[in-house]
């Protein structure tokens, strides 16, 4: 080839790298050895939020770098990348012209001589991504937690109905068996109180044991289970429970079930405890390719906005991820004066299986 044609094949060179430079979404910055800005891509004004002309000699690097990520602090100048020869990945936090700050991916390579370089800093916007991961961190850590509370007040309803439950009830026998002895007055009447006594804390017992966690939630369903908390409920609180079942009828996988006994138990509280209402209507519909639940009282309503932006309220709120862990979701209306609907909607598979749900990701 010719001089001519070589200096041809390095002039088409040196434009594809410019436009490679110019339009890459990676934003380019070359550094010199003080520091300073002296080079920077559109890609690197879109990161920083300044102008090119902003950047070049006036700027100096670390007026964008709030410094690096380590697995222990978010961002540090501890180890900093400029004073090593080459980091092929790192991450960093930028801070823009305007003062805002995010998660960059990056990497940083000398050119030059050791005495005289420069240095090329490579960075990528990773704020959605560490979103995404973020999300899905305490998506898990959510469904962790929801798990293990679940696996605790199945253990401690089984302690209490097996372990003092059961030694209860004996102490009960022994009494009755006592009081069939000769005994004079005094003693048979200290011998009913301490029956009475022990019969209520049966009771109470036996109560804890079913509202930590049911056992007609695993051994009946969610039907029987609903039905006999609403009859508890009345009993308690005197507010009239309608309890309707239509449509499929069978069972649905156990974190369905859980999770709808627990969002139903939530909303029936929360109108016992806030609506001032006399009647709550539960409904419960499998139509087959999804299970709904409806829980309407006829009280006071509120302003669901308001106690959102409030932030409060982990009731309502964890009602909603245990929807939403399942691919479903809760929808609460509310009007003053009128009352309030939590809606819940648990997409189904033919098998009563939660969609949009990793099988392996949960247990009942
Ligand atoms: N059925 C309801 N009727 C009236 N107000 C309600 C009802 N459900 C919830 N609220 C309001 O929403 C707030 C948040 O409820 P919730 O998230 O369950 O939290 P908590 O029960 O711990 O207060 C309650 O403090 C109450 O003001
Ligand atoms: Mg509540």
Not at 35 to 59: F, H, Q, S
Not at 76 to 102: L, W, Y
Not at 304 to 321: H, I, N
Not at 329 to 345: A, E, F, L, N, Y
Request: hydrophobic fraction near 35%; include cysteine; charge should be negative.
């Amino acid at each position: 080839m010719t001089w001519l044609g070589n200096l041809e094949r390095a002039n088409q060179t040196s434009s594809i790298l410019e436009s490679i430079f110019n339009s890459v979404t990676d934003a380019i910055m070359l550094v010199d050895q003080q520091g300073v800005v002296i080079g920077a891509n559109p890609a690197a004004e879109r990161l920083t939020g300044y102008t090119v002309e902003e950047l070049i000699g006036k700027i100096h690097f670390c007026e964008v770098c709030r410094g690096m990520a380590t697995t222990t602090e978010e961002a540090t100048c501890h180890n900093c990348f400029f004073h090593i020869p080459s980091v092929s990945s790192f991450q960093m936090a930028v801070k823009t012209k305007d003062g805002r700050e995010f998660p960059v991916a990056a990497s940083s390579t000398r050119l030059g001589a050791e005495s005289d370089y420069s240095l090329v800093v490579i960075l990528r916007d990773m704020s959605e991504q560490q979103r995404a991961e973020q999300e899905r961190f305490r998506r898990m850590m959510t469904h962790y937690v929801i798990q293990a509370q679940e696996e605790e007040r199945k253990r401690v309803s089984r302690d209490l109905h097996d372990g003092i439950g059961q030694a209860l009830y004996s102490i009960l026998v022994g009494l009755k068996v006592l009081n069939q002895l000769e005994l004079d007055e005094a003693v048979k009447n200290h011998l009913h109180d301490v029956h009475q006594m022990t019969a209520r804390a049966l009771e109470e017992v036996k109560n804890m044991a079913v509202e930590l966690r049911p056992s007609a939630l695993d051994d009946l369903g969610l039907v029987p289970a609903i039905r006999s908390y609403s009859k508890r409920f009345e009993q308690t609180f005197g507010i009239v429970t309608q309890f309707e079942v239509s449509g499929h009828k069978r069972r649905v996988a156990s974190v369905v079930e859980t999770a709808l006994y627990r969002i139903c138990q939530e909303a029936m509280t929360n109108a016992a405890k806030y609506a001032d209402t006399d009647k709550i209507q539960v409904r419960l519909h499998d139509s087959g390719d999804k299970i709904e639940m409806f829980i309407a009282d006829y009280g006071r309503g509120f302003n669901t906005e308001q106690v959102q932006a409030r932030g409060t309220g982990l009731g309502l709120y964890g009602m909603k991820e245990r929807a939403s862990l399942l691919g479903g979701t809760v929808d609460i209306q509310s009007v003053p004066g009128k009352g309030t609907t939590v809606h819940v909607t648990i997409p189904l598979n033919d098998k009563g299986e939660p969609l949009n749900v990793d099988p392996g990701s949960y247990r009942g």
